[in-house]
C-alpha cells in the first residue's frame, strides 16, 4: 500500500516503516496521503493505524504514537517546540529506560529540557547516544529515509547477552564470552569478514559500563578472538565484587 505512493520506504521493526512523500505531491500533502493510507489499511484489512507526518523521521515516529489507535498527528518544522517539548524524553526514540533512568537522575525529564542539556554532560554521561537524542530533541535529525532494498554495509560485527542472573566469578564469565565469541565467528564468516580488532563491553546491575579493546595483529574470523578477549580481560584491574550482568 505504501508502495502506490512511493518507493522510499524504510521498514522499523516488524509493522512500522518510514515512507517519505516529499516527492508525492500530486497525490496530495503529506497529512492527506496519510490519511488515505489509514483509511485504506482501514478498508482493504480491517486493521486500524496510526501516522506521524513530520519533516524528519524522529518526528515521524513520535508522532505516529501520540494519538492511538485510529489518528494521523502532524509536528511541523515552526511549531514542534510547543508541541513536543513538553513530553516526557522517555516518548523520543533513542531514550530507552536505562537512558531514562540517567536523564532522571539529573533532573531531566521532558524533551524540552534534554534539548537544553548541554553537549559536555551527555557526552559524559552518555557518550555518542546523549549527542545524537539532543539532536533529535532540537529536530535536527537528518538521516534519509532508505529504500526498503537497502543493505547497509558491515562495518563492525558484535554480540551481546544480558543474563538472567548476575555473573559473580571468573569462570562463568569465561563460558559467556566463548558463547559470545563462537556466535561473533560464525558471523565473520558469513560476511566474510576478519577481525582487525576486539572489545569488551561489560555492564553491571547499577547499569555502569566499562569498555576494553584492542587490535589484532593478524586479522581473523577464528577462536584465536578468544584467546585475546581472555588475555585482555586478565589484564584489567576488576573488583572480585562486581556482578556482571551483560
Known sequence: MYGRYTDQIEPYGM????????????MGTGFEIADE????VKFELGLTISAGVSFNKIFAKLGSDMKKPDAITCIEADSFREKIWCLPASDLLGVGRATEKVLSGHGIHTIGELAATSDDFLKCRLGKNGLAIKKYANGLDDSPVMRSDYVSPVKSIGHGITTKQDLENNAEVWCIMLELVQEIGTKLRT????????AISIRNNELYTKEWQCRISIPT????IWRKLHLLY???TISGNTRFVQ
Not at 509493522?15 to 500530486?26: I, L
Not at 493510507?37 to 485504506?40: C, E, G, K, L, P
Open 15 to 26: 509493522d512500522e516503516c518510514w515512507p517519505d512523500v516529499t516527492g508525492s505531491g500530486c
Open 37 to 40: 493510507i489509514r483509511r485504506t
Open 191 to 198: 560476511h566474510k569478514k576478519k577481525a582487525g580488532g576486539i
Open 221 to 224: 574470523q577464528a577462536l584465536l
Open 234 to 236: 586478565l589484564q584489567k
